[in-house]
């Protein structure tokens, strides 16, 4: 018998293996096995198994890694589909199916000693106090781990041994599962009444569910029930997520529920568990996300493969979780770019979960308050079926937003304040009510820049084309694209300048902070972005403080504007709502109206109505207006013309290609050589599909890291077809040994 097997090397190809008499038995498409290549001893992923090979004298495996195997035929072939359409190497694609932790062969389970009572026949024997003291612990709590014991009964193994010497208890090793919320105290809940817009979306998902469990596997991946659940913040979409994985678990199938922010995680694992931890459904829900430890994410993988945990919820790599048979994929806030992988293999998170549930025949919902343009015109085209949550739950009302124009507060102040009147006004109405208030902006640090007003020098990275942004607590201009940094001038740098006057430009979420502080200097205040969620618990333990009404004021960037639901939150303030509107990016209209409505969407979700003030210079733009009026589809007609006139997505799909090194001569010489060989592509894919390139020019960002950048963008309505060409491009295409090139097929940034 023959296997053929997919090394963890970068050969894009797979190698023939004979399986030892030994062995047979034990392995089967998707085991993980240990081979001989060359003097090395590789780890690989057995892809097929086969009668004869075409090759002669073939060395035979040496050994199995784990008893089960570890990647799903089903899994498997999403592997190859993501090696293919997101050109990239069948073994990188292979690993990121897979955590680092499950693929090594030492990884296995904890085991802790554990202490139980055992059954005592006749007159208990008369025991010294401290042994006493211990067997009356054991004997109430009947099992419990050796070192809780020990610390219980403040004593030794050796008194606990005595012990089992007497035949009292016994002493064994078991496993022992990293639960990361293990200590968390879960409360059960039942299933709330829906409106109608939530049970007839509800009835629209069961009848899909049902459907696809009648057809079973038969007829994977000739039919797709992907549903978009436009809902407006606050419209209960994840009820109907709850309700709709109910009845998925009563088909016998599991789910998965991707979430955009490991901060989200946490209380969303909080609401599944506490649906699904008791009654008939009861199941365990595995967590999947980066924030975990090796052992803690080697455990919730196991959980699940064993079909223990039948619900996992997790950032985009938990769409590979080993769920089978898979009912229900749900993406929520299926617009968020973090679902985009930034390095190889450069998949999109939702389009990977459409794509396993064509092949699955699982049901897919993605779920919005602003939906992505290309989803929406899906709905638009009738390839998704669209649902719609127009209203919020109880018949609570949107939040009432007000656009500030900060040209207006800059007259006649010094330089441009950070809170205009109108919301210093309103931060000190909630604090005098006892209400809470969220301040967002997109931009961490102290200030986004060092400048010299005399002769003008900044603080550059030294390694990107970017300035340094200043860090106050510890006194540090940092790059946030390569980490570099340094310690703050007292005088300008410039040695025919040495200005000791230098000042700092721009703001970040450290000055919005002391700011806050000097301006009320009685309000609890606590900030939330990168710099101060260091560890994993940081997320839950300031959420949970500001839940529990511990903070008056949250300050916070990206990770505070989605997907919280804090009932006393009445006011929330936009710093600088024009961030990232004048970006060199076709989305940049799309993003700012994304995450204005998100974060206004999180304002008025208890009894009392909400209230927004967006500050911004250009409070004109569509894409503010639209979302002070909360129309989704307005903007959707007007951008969507924009993008159809110069043929952007949803009307094409578009590639990227972006040469680098640190000559900047020899990269851009090497764009024009890659211009050269996509125009012979394009030449020989007239007639199957059109293929218009731009390019090459110098990335927005033109040095990162210390490479120099070159892109050239590539559009076309087929991308299947030209995905291929491109793979076959960069395998042949030559190039100098210090310039690399990499193939971004749907990107999600252009920087």
Request: charged letters at 25%.
């Amino acid at each position: 018998m023959i296997a053929r097997v997919t090394l963890e090397i970068a050969l894009r190809k797979e190698f023939d293996y004979l399986i030892p008499d030994g062995l047979v038995g034990q392995i089967d498409v998707g085991s993980r096995v240990q081979v001989p290549f060359g003097a090395r001893k590789v780890l690989g992923c057995v892809t097929g198994l086969a009668q004869t090979s075409e090759h002669s004298r073939l060395k035979p495996i040496l050994k199995v890694i784990g008893a089960q195997t570890l990647v799903t035929p089903k899994v498997l072939k999403l592997a190859r589909w993501i090696a293919d359409y997101y050109c990239c190497p069948p073994e990188i694609a292979l690993k990121s199916v897979l955590p680092e932790v499950v693929r090594k062969e030492q990884a296995g389970w904890r085991e802790r000693l554990y202490v139980r009572a055992l059954p005592f026949a006749g007159e208990l024997p008369k025991l010294p106090k401290r042994q006493q003291e211990v067997w009356n612990i054991v004997e109430e709590r009947r099992e419990l781990p050796l070192r809780e014991l020990l610390e219980l009964a403040q004593t030794t193994a050796a008194t606990v041994r005595r012990l089992e010497d007497r035949g009292l208890v016994a002493i064994s090793a078991e496993i022992s599962e990293r639960d990361p919320y293990a200590r968390e105290h879960i409360v059960p809940t039942s299933p709330l009444p829906l409106n109608p817009a939530q049970a007839a979306a509800l009835a629209k998902i069961h009848s899909a569910l049902e459907q696809s469990s009648r057809n079973g596997d038969a007829r994977a991946g000739t039919h797709s029930s992907v549903f978009l659940l436009h809902g407006v913040t606050g419209s209960g979409k994840t009820e109907v997520y709850l309700q709709a994985i109910s009845r998925a678990l009563e088909l016998g199938k599991g789910a998965i529920v991707l979430v955009p922010e490991i901060s989200l995680t946490p209380q969303t694992v909080e609401r599944f568990k506490a649906r699904f931890s008791s009654g008939p459904l009861r199941t365990l829900v595995a967590v999947l996300h980066s924030h975990l430890s090796a052992g803690e994410r080697h455990d919730e993988w196991h959980k699940i493969r064993q079909g223990r945990a039948r619900i996992v919820i997790g950032a985009r790599s938990a769409i590979f979780a080993p769920v089978d048979p898979l009912g229900l994929i749900i993406v929520d806030e299926e617009h968020e770019h973090t679902y985009k992988q930034e390095e190889t293999p450069r998949y999109h998170a939702r389009d990977v979960a459409i794509m396993r549930g064509r092949m699955e025949n699982a049901t897919v919902v993605l779920g919005s308050a602003t939906p992505s343009l290309e989803s929406y015109y899906n709905c638009r085209k009738g390839k998704y079926t669209l649902l719609e949550l127009p209203d919020r739950i109880d018949d609570r009302k949107m939040p009432y937003v007000r656009v500030v124009d900060m040209r207006q507060c800059v007259r006649g102040s010094h330089g441009v304040p950070i809170f205009s009147p109108r919301l210093k006004e309103a931060i000190t109405q909630r604090l005098e009510r006892g209400e809470q208030t969220i301040l967002f902006l997109n931009r961490r640090g102290y200030s986004s820049s060092l400048q010299c007003p005399l002769c003008g020098f900044v603080a550059e990275c030294p390694n990107c084309s970017l300035s340094l942004t200043y860090h106050r607590p510890d006194q540090k201009l940092r790059c946030h694209i390569c980490g570099h940094q340094e310690p703050v001038p007292a005088v300008c740098p410039n040695e025919k300048c040495r200005n000791p006057a230098i000042r700092y430009a721009g703001l970040g979420t450290q000055k919005v902070e002391e700011t806050l502080g000097k301006l009320f200097p009685d309000a609890r205040i606590t900030r939330m972005d990168a710099d101060t969620m260091k560890r994993k618990e940081d997320y839950r333990r300031i959420l949970s403080d500001f839940r529990a009404g511990k903070i008056d004021i949250l300050v916070g960037t990206q990770m505070i504007a989605k997907g919280l639901h804090f009932p006393n939150v009445t006011l929330v303030g936009i710093i600088y709502a024009d961030m990232a509107l004048h970006q060199p990016d076709f989305r940049a209209a799309e993003r700012t109206f994304q995450l204005l409505t998100q974060v206004a969407g999180r304002a008025g979700r208890g009894d009392v109505e909400g209230e927004v003030f967006v500050q911004s210079f250009t409070p004109y733009h569509p894409a503010i207006q639209y979302a002070r009026r909360h129309d989704y589809p307005g903007f959707y007609e007007q951008e969507s013309e924009f993008r159809r006139q110069l043929n952007y997505p949803p009307y094409a799909r578009v590639a990227l290609l972006t040469l680098r090194g640190r000559n900047e001569d020899k990269v851009k010489f090497s764009a024009d050589h890659v211009r050269a060989a996509l125009e012979k592509v394009e030449k020989e894919l007239r007639g199957k599909t059109e293929l218009i390139i731009a390019g090459p020019a110098a990335a927005p960002l033109l040095r990162a890291e210390t490479y120099y950048r070159y892109q050239i963008m590539l559009r076309t309505p087929r991308m299947s077809v030209l995905s291929r060409r491109l793979a076959e491009l960069t395998e042949t295409i030559a190039l100098p040994e210090d310039v690399l090139l990499s193939v971004d097929i749907d990107p999600a940034d252009l920087g």
